[in-house]
């Protein structure tokens, strides 16, 4: 079995010896960002099973299947069994958002499929969401669906995603608490927590959750496009 990471088209071969390490002074040295940890994430073999290790102490990983039919919140000293033929995983440190994929020659997945509603709504697993719920995680994933490859992308301020949107800030707060809120009770972790650290991390968990699970994809970004800009209360 052979195992590599792509990282914006680097290819980081993992043997069984020892593990990747991916951080800022991993073997594969992702930035030289301040937020990110010396030795973050190990991809590593053993037992015949490729692993992904959080060696952190602050901060997450989100990990899907190339589909999006599974994905994990993996939290630090975490450790998860990568058993896909393709795996992405996005974090996010300071206001970067971070993604990199691990391939392996492991059979394949069937991709999970949206239906929409009679009701204008798009339905993913038993998650309903409305045009403006849409609109909001696209608004604040915009960075990162359009720039097309592994690598980073930036995740929007509340002021910016509502200005991109043509909303007040109060309804754009409002919005993203009801889709954290709908979200939170079908189980997703980390979209609520401390209230100093809620502001910026409840957006990037959402954006790597929202890319990861495909409830927006770069199809959506049309949305945005092709919407006129309005001002409401």
Sequence with gaps: MTVH???CGEIHPVGTDEPLVIGRDGALTIDDNPYLHRRFLEVSRHG????????????????????????AWLAPGAQLPVVFPRALV???????????????DEPAYVPTVAEPTAAGETTIG????????RLLM????EDVLRR???????VLSSADAATRLGWTLTKF???LDNVCDKLTKTGVRGLYGDSSKIASNRRARLV???????????????LLDARPVSRED
């Excluded at 190339?66 to 994905?71: F, S």
């Excluded at 038993?126 to 719920?133: I, P």
Aim: proline share 1%.
């Design 5 to 7: 990471v792509d990282f």
């Design 48 to 71: 015949g099973i490729t692993w992904l290790t959080n060696v952190g102490t602050r901060l997450s990983a989100t990990i899907a299947d190339g589909d999006g039919l599974m994905n």
């Design 90 to 104: 996005w974090f996010t440190a300071g206001p970067t958002t971070y993604e990199f994929e691990i391939v392996q």
């Design 126 to 133: 038993r998650v309903a969401f409305t045009t403006d719920q």
């Design 138 to 141: 696209v608004a604040l994933a």
């Design 148 to 154: 097309g490859n592994r690598g980073s992308g930036t």
């Design 173 to 175: 707060n409002r919005k």
């Design 208 to 222: 790597e959750y929202a890319v990861a699970a495909r409830l927006v994809t770069r199809d959506d970004l049309e």
